[in-house]
């Protein structure tokens, strides 16, 4: 079970709501967010509602600023919480849409994907098990997206704007 608080105001001041679930929609429950804190489990933020637009991963541990911490320009709009996974980890990574071309597996963290592969643009993968951060950048770096166990047939599927992939670790209860 997962918990995380909005506060109106930087450094935990105003108002407050908190979510123990996933909120497609906060807009109703608050205007404004400059600080968040989360209390247990693990969350996705997003900018817009319905898990849209740019998306921030949040653990256990306190944000006093998170607009000028993850560089987000607009209020949480919705949050998504992301369940605790104990079992395998399993990824198939395609070179071409719709599972197409040469596939790259996955069990482990890859701090890089080039150095690994020798190749850093994929366009689908297939998320068998666990749940899993995919970023832009080498080395856990730049925007990073949230996926889960399913088939993404291209890469604007799990919220992607290109299909370099620099790196994707495993989301365990940290």
């Known amino acids: 079970m997962g918990k995380i608080i909005f506060y109106e105001d930087r450094n935990f001041e105003g108002q407050h709501y ?10 109703s429950m608050f205007d404004r967010c400059r600080s968040i804190r989360v209390e247990s489990g693990m969350f996705m ?19 006093n600023d998170y607009l000028g ?5 607009e209020c949480v709009r919705s949050c998504r919480m992301i369940p605790v996974h104990s079992g395998n980890f399993r990824m198939r990574l395609y070179e071409h849409f719709d ?6 597996e996955l ?9 690994r592969f020798h190749m ?3 366009n689908s993968c297939n998320v068998m098990e666990g ?13 990073h997206y949230y996926v889960r166990p399913g088939q993404y047939k291209s890469f604007n599927e799990w919220s992607g704007n290109n299909s370099k992939i620099g ?7 940290l």
């Open 18 to 27: 908190e979510c123990m679930s996933d909120c497609a929609d906060l807009h």
């Open 45 to 63: 933020i997003y900018d817009r509602p319905g898990y849209m637009g740019t998306q921030y991963f949040m653990k256990r541990g306190e944000y």
């Open 69 to 73: 911490m993850t560089g987000m320009t």
């Open 99 to 104: 599972m197409g071309g040469e596939m790259m």
């Open 107 to 115: 069990t482990d963290n890859c701090p890089n994907l080039m150095d």
């Open 120 to 122: 850093s643009n994929f």
């Open 131 to 143: 749940h899993w951060l995919i970023y832009e950048q080498a080395n856990y770096r730049g925007r």
């Open 167 to 173: 790196s994707i670790r495993r989301l365990m209860d």
